[in-house]
């Protein structure tokens, strides 16, 4: 029970779930390595969201025409849904298998990319200074090499993009487990193998880790979760493909 406790508080974030967390138009152009272009969503809440019925929308920078790309599935909890967009003519690399695909051509310097359910808009990306529709700020301008990627691995927003998207290489991902779910699990296993060590037990010492330590200890498994958060994050920091 304290597991699911954990994981959940871990995986509890405000505003909506389903976010835009990754932008790249430059497919398949000069000096580009993948040959699509590609719209990456992230589930940053706690529940799985079916997106039947949702669709990912992009119109030109100053446009007013938004074109549509359906898609369909679950999205777990801490999951990356990866959209494959329109091919070019150059690139060396396929995208990982993408999981759902779409005809759009994005632009590769700027445009905007809208993500709905049904007829609600439930995301908004403005990419490049001259985006004139965005939350907040647009983000900077792309180019055939750099994508908009959201901070945080997907979860920051602030409901300002220029200041939740970073720009670099594109990294497309599809599943893999978050940092906030390989957290609760490294809690868990850091209170068995300490408990086992102590003699005190996995019970006695998560209890102990939650309730910011028991009488008398001098540590407990919060800080061997700290010790290994920080391998979890960086290793995450890869995003493999």
Known sequence: ????????????????????????????????????????LFNRGPKTVSLNGWSVEYASATGTAWQSSPIDGALEPGQYFLVQLAAGAGGTQNLPAPDATGS???????????????????????????????????????????????????????????????????????????????????????????????????????GAYLTKGAAGAPWGAGDALMALLGVVILSFGFRIA
């Open 1 to 40: 029970m304290r597991f699911w406790i954990l994981l959940l508080g871990a995986l509890a974030m405000p505003a909506q779930s389903v976010v835009i967390s990754q932008i790249y138009g430059g497919g398949g152009n000069t000096g580009a390595l993948w040959r699509n272009d590609f719209v990456e």
């Open 104 to 206: 759009l051509a994005l632009g590769a310097t700027a445009g905007k990319i809208r993500l709905l359910r049904g007829t609600g808009v439930v995301d908004l990306v403005g990419y490049g200074v001259t985006a004139n529709e965005s939350k907040g700020s647009p983000t900077r301008d792309l180019s055939n090499t750099t994508a908009a990627i959201r901070a945080g691995a997907g979860c920051v927003d602030t409901g300002n993009n220029n200041a939740d998207f970073a720009v670099g290489a594109p990294a497309p991902v599809r599943a893999v487990l978050h940092p906030v779910v390989a957290t609760a699990a490294a809690a868990n296993a850091a209170a068995a193998a300490l408990g086992a060590v102590t003699g005190d037990g996995y019970a006695a010492t998560l």
